[in-house]
């Protein structure tokens, strides 16, 4: 077929011209909106991942610091309890220190 053939069923029927450049566009906007909706649920299905991920950080850092937390106040309490051993045995040391005084101020004396 020549052009000038298509040419002049063209101008004979210039609706089925703009059905055409209608369906073609109207083809080309779904193909893109296609690839649109398929971008998008591409980025959100790694934003849905990305949040679980997330979600499972945050419960796990929770839970150590649960733990920490736990631990640290065992460790608290032993501080406080080796603090107070320390406490008694400088007390002991002290009188021990001054007895040993005494008793070698006796030695001396009886040197004498």
Same mark, same amino acid.
Do not use: G, W, Y
């Given at each position: 077929?020549?052009? %000038?053939? *298509?040419? !002049?069923?063209?101008?004979?029927?210039?609706?089925?011209?703009?059905?055409?450049?209608?369906?073609?566009?109207?083809?080309?906007?779904?193909?893109?909106?296609?690839?649109?909706?398929?971008?998008?649920?591409?980025?959100?299905?790694?934003?849905?991942?990305?949040?679980?991920?997330?979600?499972?950080?945050?419960?796990?850092?929770?839970?150590?610091?649960? %733990?920490?937390?736990?631990?640290?106040?065992?460790?608290? !309490?032993?501080?406080? !309890?080796?603090?107070?051993?320390?406490?008694?045995?400088?007390?002991?040391?002290?009188?021990?220190?001054?007895?040993?005084?005494? *008793?070698? %101020?006796? *030695?001396?004396?009886?040197?004498?």
């Amino acid at each position: 077929m020549s052009q %000038s053939f *298509l040419e !002049s069923q063209i101008a004979e029927h210039p609706q089925t011209e703009k059905t055409a450049m209608k369906q073609h566009d109207t083809s080309e906007t779904l193909a893109l909106s296609t690839s649109d909706f398929a971008a998008l649920e591409e980025r959100v299905v790694r934003a849905v991942n990305l949040v679980k991920s997330e979600r499972q950080a945050r419960i796990a850092a929770e839970k150590r610091t649960e %733990s920490l937390e736990s631990r640290l106040q065992e460790q608290s !309490s032993l501080v406080k !309890s080796l603090q107070e051993e320390v406490r008694v045995l400088n007390s002991e040391r002290e009188q021990v220190r001054q007895r040993v005084e005494k *008793l070698l %101020s006796q *030695l001396d004396a009886l040197e004498l």
